[in-house]
């Protein structure tokens, strides 16, 4: 099975590369996962990219991690976080159709705008609060009217890549005189790619298997269990982090609490915007830890 992954230098490309080669015991998997350069996407331009992508790879799964993910980059770059999250997608979808190839796809808790203050479930009614949230909705929205097989999972809070997340400063050695100033009223569920990765390459094993038909197409929630806010997050992650050894207890940077407006961000945030996994379990006959027990996939 050749998998074709975009955006495979990202966190959670990167993850999912990781996990995909070499493959899990059991799992036939020639994993493609071309450089920026190689992929050389024109964002006006995806169709021809897309094209051009099958041409030369000839996928029978395409696994696409690549997005305009800093949410307030799209704010100022709007047309950009549209080309990059949704027309591109949709053009991703459109060749899948046409090659009868499986799409999987990733999507985000902010297409929410977290007025429930209860985990979110896939029918729930989005309403983003902002253009990143419109641009990934967009994207979900232009897969699913194409015919393509797919699987689009919203996820959430990611961390646990080697680079830019907040589990990778709080072990940093640089960082160990840093103050680390988080949220207290902001409520969402971390994610360590790892397990996400380790999840997709399941998902990737399961739509494959003989005698065993795959999921229908949709949208599910790939997420721990609970909800917590970043500052509690940290606290807890450095604390298994000095358990684990991965952290000296006197190098332990300092977390202190502060309010989400004091941030003073261009794009808003949901305030509360866990995502209930139920639906992915059940399809999926997958377990997800809570958010707590699942820091270990990350040390
Ligand atoms: N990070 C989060 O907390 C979070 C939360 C919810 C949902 N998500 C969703 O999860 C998915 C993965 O997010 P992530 O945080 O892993 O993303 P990421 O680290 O920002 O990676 C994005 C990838 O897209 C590639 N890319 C961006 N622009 C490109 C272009 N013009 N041409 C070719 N490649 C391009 C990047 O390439 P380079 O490596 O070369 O830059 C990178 O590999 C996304 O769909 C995101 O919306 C993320």
Redesign the pocket.
Known sequence: MRVLL?????????AIAARLAPPPAGVQVELLAP??HE?A?E?HAPDDAAARWFAQWRPDVVV???????VDQCETEPALAMQ??AALPAALARACERKGTRLI??????VFDGALRRPYREDDAPRPLSA?GES?LAGERAIARTACPHWIF??????G?PV??LAADLLDPANAARIFRLATDRFGVPNP?QLLAAEVASCIARGRASGDSPPASGTFHLSCHGATTWHAFALAFVREAIGAGRLAGERAPRIEAIEEASLGRPARRPAWSALDPSRYEHTFGRTMPGWEEAIQFAL
Not at 6 to 14: A, I, P, T, V
Not at 105 to 110: E, I, P, W
Request: glycine share 14%; proline share 2%; hydrophobic share 40%.
């Open positions: 975009l955006g495979g230098r990202g966190r959670l490309g990167g450089a920026r992929l996407l964002p696409n991690c690549i997005a305009l993910g800093d990059l999250n796809h990733f999507s985000t808790d902010f990143y990934k919203r996820v959430s809070w990611l961390y890549a830019r997340n790619v």
